[in-house]
């Protein structure tokens, strides 16, 4: 079956479809303006109209430093406590409306922050390359085990020992000059050392917490 051919034109051997970005520009130029066409500013405001959606999932540390018009602020609030479906839809249009109304500069900010939530920081990267580390050293070194063991003596050693040796045996090649192969040992063994890895850190940061309240009590 042929496949239905996209409308549009070519510009110097470049084609150009109808409704694209770079459509638009050369429609512009040929108006002699930069003013946006009414498709750009449908665009512009569908897009303004999805962020003020994910303002919503927004951690509330990063929303505190975007440091919103107080109105923006209380709109999302609300729309957080509103559980009819109809309700939330006209909330979500007041939203956009006020999303409308910041400057492209605030719009960058907040896309930006959501960017940053999306991405894991920087503790958790860490932990992740410390379990990713035990995980290896696990399965390549018989000492390894009673090394964890000994710095997490938490770990359920009978379950541990039991995942390395079923690592160890899903890890040998098929056939010679094969590449050895993970099963699902290899990657529960790294979800309980990354388990334990966090539950360490977390436990570490509220000793300090701690110890610096008491300081300050003593101050």
């Known amino acids: 079956m042929s496949r239905k051919l996209k409308k549009g034109y070519y510009v110097k051997g470049q084609f150009v479809a109808e409704g694209s970005a770079l459509d638009l520009e050369y429609k512009r130029e040929l108006k002699g303006s930069d003013e946006p066409s009414r498709t750009d500013l449908k665009r512009e405001s569908d897009e303004q109209q999805k962020l003020g959606e994910d303002l919503l999932t927004l951690r509330a540390e990063l929303m505190t430093r975007l440091d919103l018009p107080e109105k923006l602020v209380e709109a999302v609030a609300e729309a957080k406590r509103i559980s009819n479906f109809e309700g939330l839809r006209r909330q979500m249009q007041f939203i956009g409306k006020l999303m409308r109304k910041l400057e492209a500069s605030k719009i960058e ?111």
């Open 109 to 219: 900010e907040i896309r930006a922050a959501l960017e940053e939530q999306h991405m894991p920081s920087a503790k958790e990267t860490l932990l992740l390359h410390q379990a990713e580390q035990w995980r290896d050293r696990l399965v390549a070194d018989d000492d390894a085990v009673g090394q964890w063991i000994n710095l997490s003596p938490g770990t359920d050693s009978q379950q541990l020992r039991a995942l390395v040796r079923q690592a160890r045996k899903d890890a040998k090649p098929e056939k010679p000059g094969m590449a050895p192969r993970h099963g699902r040992a290899y990657r529960e063994i790294f979800q309980l050392v990354r388990e334990q890895l966090t539950s360490a850190h977390d436990q570490g940061a509220e000793a300090s917490n701690a110890d610096a309240s008491e300081t300050d009590h003593d101050d």
